[in-house]
């Protein structure tokens, strides 16, 4: 029987065992002031611990470690007077000790459970393995399933290189470093994550030290970022150079991230998966374990020409209304994510439209569109292109899910589906109209309104018909040009844990 809440689908207790092949039970004591018995269930995916009217599952992915106690640590006051309050005198005083720390999900009080809202508790829980008289054969079974379930806990990446973990201190309303210190390190620290941290002095700071440094995979299992979506398309733009020259068109290090910024968009796209559809109640703590747990996933990645440049994309491409709002706001950037919604109000009063040439190329599930894609400097021909030529209100391209935690820009994207979904709406429209678009944003009903074409295409082709409009690729500003955008299928990875 499975119940699901805002976070984490929990099981009935009952239920452990027989979903998943049992590996290990005992009866032990919680290495608590009473001593009271506990039985243990273990799983490929659970651990069960069941005392006197209390019992609790918790999921592999929830566990941060195990570790055996030694001798000094467990607390050895005389048993008899604690035992004396269970009346249980069956326990040895040669027992083992195992100490495991938790981030579960759970719903404290009566107005998570009406709210919703799921908050992480970090717990320690101590047992004492006291089966055998020996201390030596208890300390051998407390190993023994300290091993057993530490081979089930890390199941991340890597367990041998650092993480490369570069922090943008400006992000958002500048508090990254501040959460790394109070949240994120304490959990790499519970979870023996070895780790390097860059904090970023300037802007192209990350590029520079990844363009100089080309053999990362070698040095870190993974590279991730605390920061908005900018950060991270700084550093796959970082790539660019060593990936366009290279034979294998692929980004060499896993990659992952730990939302900091103003956006998050692909931050909240990935917990959506992992979440099955739902939204996380706590973002950084879900990402955080994504970088600790996570096994790297194929994602694609978009790659846009101009004239002049390459430039890789994992979440965006904009032009008109919505890039406007994105990076007019900035002067907003204190308010933290409200900035958005305040700023398209403002911009859908002054709408504004944009002339220009947009071609595309329809994703064609039967054909699998498999002919090159014409290079930007050459005519399109091919008959499966759609051309539109108008003044748009705006065009915008995504190839995740969200774009940020209120926005589901593309409700059926996955990581891999080699798909950009293609939006735009031509002039004409009226302000309720456009109100009326970015309020269907955040359930992704927009996809259904009847003057707002959506449409998936495996590549596309703008030609602005002015040369100052704004541009964004993952919400950062190009110059403006003609481009063409084509999906690489799974050219990067980014770091996920299996859903539960
Ligand atoms: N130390 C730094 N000082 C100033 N800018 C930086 C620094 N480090 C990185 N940047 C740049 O800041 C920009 C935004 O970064 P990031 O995405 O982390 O924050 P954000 O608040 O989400 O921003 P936005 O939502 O506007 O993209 C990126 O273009 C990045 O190159």
């Known amino acids: 029987m499975r119940e699901e809440n805002m976070n984490v689908i929990r099981l009935n207790v009952e239920s452990v065992a027989s979903i998943d ?53 467990i607390d050895r006051r005389p048993y008899s007077t604690r035992c004396l309050k269970t009346k249980d005198l069956s326990i040895s005083e040669n027992g083992a000790g195992l100490r495991l720390i938790i981030y579960a999900n759970s719903m404290n ?17 101590e047992l004492l393995i006291d089966i055998h008289t020996d201390y030596g054969d208890n300390m051998n079974e407390a190993q023994l399933f300290q091993s057993k379930i530490s081979s089930l806990i890390h199941t991340g990446h890597s367990n041998t290189k650092p993480v490369l973990i570069i922090l943008n201190p400006k992000s958002g309303k500048g508090q990254a470093q501040r959460e790394f210190e109070n949240k994120i390190k304490p959990i790499l620290d519970d979870c023996n994550v070895k780790y390097h941290l860059l904090i970023t ?51 060499p290090i896993p990659l992952s991230i730990i939302p900091g910024g103003s956006g998050n968009g692909l931050a909240h796209s990935i917990n959506s998966l992992y979440l099955n559809g739902n939204k996380s109640t706590n973002s950084l703590l879900d990402c955080t374990f994504h970088m600790i747990k996570g096994q790297p996933k194929k994602m694609d990645i978009v790659r846009i020409t101009s004239p002049t440049k390459v430039y890789y994309s994992f979440l965006s491409f904009g032009w008109g209304l919505m890039s406007d709002v994105d990076i007019e706001s900035e002067r907003l950037r204190f308010l933290g994510e409200p900035r958005f919604t305040i700023w398209s109000i403002f911009r859908s009063f002054m709408l504004r439209t944009y002339p220009g040439e947009l071609y595309y190329l329809p994703f064609d599930n039967q054909n699998g569109n498999k002919e090159p894609i014409p290079p930007l400097d050459t005519p399109i021909t091919d008959k499966q292109w759609v051309v539109v ?85 993952d919400g950062e500003v190009i110059q403006c040009s003609p481009i063409q955008a084509e999906v690489v299928p799974g050219m990067a990875s980014i770091l996920l844990r299996n859903c539960s």
């Open 109 to 125: 009080s009566e107005n998570d459970v009406s709210s919703g809202k799921s908050r992480h508790h970090r717990q320690i829980i």
């Open 201 to 251: 002095k300037h802007a192209r700071h990350a590029s520079e030290f990844i363009e100089s440094n080309s053999d990362l995979a070698n040095s870190y299992s993974a590279l991730a970022t605390v920061s908005g979506d900018g950060l991270l398309n700084e550093v796959l733009n970082g790539f660019v150079k060593m990936v366009e020259n290279s034979e294998y068109k692929h980004i």
């Open 21 to 73: 092949s049992l590996l290990w039970t005992g009866s032990y004591h919680m290495l608590a002031e009473k001593l009271v018995p506990i039985t243990v269930k273990l799983t490929t995916n659970w651990l069960q611990l069941d005392r006197a009217n209390h019992c609790e599952s918790f999921h592999m992915n929830e566990i941060a470690s195990c570790t055996v106690l030694s001798n000094d640590e």
């Open 389 to 473: 030529k108008d003044k748009f209100v705006l065009v915008y391209a995504a190839y995740q899910k969200y774009l940020n935690s209120t926005c589901k820009f593309a409700p059926d994207a996955e990581l891999d589906d080699q798909t950009i979904y293609l939006l735009y709406i031509r002039e004409g429209v009226s302000f309720f109209q456009i109100i009326r678009f970015l309020l269907a944003l955040e359930d992704g009903s927009h996809t259904e309104i009847p003057y707002v074409q959506f449409i998936p295409v495996r590549a596309f082709r703008l030609l602005p018909a002015n040369s100052n409009d704004i541009v964004t690729v």
